[in-house]
């Protein structure tokens, strides 16, 4: 059989590119149902852009790589789209827009523009091997017993990066584009837990508050959270994309920057009570507990000089720890590297030296921030390629 474009991954990249590509269009996928990931995204309301998205919030080795495809297709433009389908939605946080009932509904948006756009859908279907004769992609296919082989003058690659390996996840695309001498960058989990050695939080496992975390020089102020195996929260995920193995990282749990003042003020009223009793007041107890077996905070109040308060207050805002790793693809929520930006067209997504070929979504070395930006880099991806499929 015979397609004008054939997409492997039926993912939000993938499913968005396969709803806007005209012409005959197959979308495979190993996955027993399509866009799993959007499914369980945002605690099942999916985080589906964010309105603050701009070529800033994401990493890659080229930073400007993004800037076209973004700008050709904005967040505004898949906001206008999810309310032409009657999607309800919210902000939360920070410019992150959300569903109000449930991340189905996009998925199903979804389904219904490749239904209308006549998209063959085969699930539970494996790609046991590409080939390229001329100008076209010879495709062979396997869906349990069966074996087949389609053609394709257009094969989209959306198959995603490593992280989550339970939802089926592989380096799939990534040895495609080893098969055909397009350099991959190298890949680790990004948007991950921090991991530390002998349970060092584990005592304090739940236990959260506002902070700074600083890795690679990069600073985000949001939630801390600590867990059995490290940390974790908003603020860890997103500092974890910047961080490298080996490196420190830099809390401030205290970003108000007004802790000193505060103390010196009880220290004239309650300067009897245990230090640690009016630190309470400020950062969550169990905190306060485990922060007295790191640092010395004993003795009441009233014992604490201004030296010793300022010292404690500089500690505090610049705690710098070495976290043993991160907890990998496992929990990852995207894949930082991927498909050499260098080796494709930033307009159309298509590679530069096999014709025909494109790449999107999270397999490209285009990584956003947590907060509905890498969604977005899926939708405007896939419409990149989509757009040049059809000739526009």
């Known amino acids: 059989m015979e397609f004008d474009t054939v997409i492997i991954g039926a993912g939000a990249a993938g499913m968005m590119c396969a709803a806007h590509a005209k012409g005959r269009v197959l979308v495979v996928d190993h996955a027993k149902t399509p866009g799993e990931k959007i499914r369980i995204s945002g605690g099942g309301r999916c985080n589906f852009t964010n309105m603050y998205c701009g070529p800033e919030n994401f990493l890659s080795g080229n930073p400007h790589f993004a800037k076209s495809a973004l700008a050709r297709y904005t967040q505004w433009d898949f906001i206008a789209l999810v309310d032409a389908h009657g999607i309800a939605w919210h902000e939360k946080t920070l410019g992150q827009l959300f569903c109000d009932t449930s991340a189905k509904e996009i998925v199903a948006m979804l389904r219904r ?9 085969r699930l539970n279907t494996s790609v046991t091997g590409i080939q390229k004769t001329g100008n076209h992609f010879k495709i062979a ?52 837990p921090f991991t530390f050695e002998n349970g060092r939080f584990a005592g304090i496992s739940g236990t959260a508050t506002p902070a700074k975390i600083t890795a690679g020089g990069t600073t985000f102020e949001e939630a801390l959270l600590f867990t059995h195996r490290g940390l974790s929260g908003p603020a860890v995920l997103q500092a974890s994309s ?42 969550p107890a169990r905190l306060v507990e485990h922060l007295a077996t790191e640092f010395d905070l004993t003795g009441n109040l009233a014992d604490w000089s201004d030296t010793r308060l300022t010292e404690l207050t500089d500690t505090l805002a610049a705690w710098q720890i070495i976290p043993g790793g991160t907890e990998g693809y496992r929990t990852a929520e995207v894949t930082l590297g991927g498909i050499d930006t260098d080796t494709l067209s930033s307009k159309t997504m298509m590679s530069k030296d096999v014709d025909g070929l494109y790449f999107i979504g999270e397999a490209v070395d285009v990584t956003g921030w947590l907060g509905g930006f890498n969604f977005q880099w899926a939708w405007s991806s896939g419409m990149a390629a989509a757009r040049a499929i059809s000739g526009q």
């Open 113 to 121: 523009l490749m239904e209308d756009a006549d998209v063959d859908l």
């Open 141 to 192: 296919l396997q869906q349990a017993d069966k074996k087949s082989q389609i053609q394709t003058s257009n094969l989209v690659i959306a198959t995603g990066g490593k992280s989550i390996p339970k939802m089926g996840a592989t380096g799939f695309a990534y040895d495609v584009a080893r098969q055909f001498n397009i350099p991959v960058t190298a890949t680790r989990a990004g948007l991950v």
């Open 242 to 283: 910047y961080w490298h193995e080996g490196e420190a990282i830099t809390l401030n749990l205290i970003p108000a920057n007004d802790m000193l003042e505060k103390l010196r003020a009880q220290r004239q009223t309650s300067g009897r009570k245990n230090f640690t009793t009016e630190l309470a007041h400020h950062l």
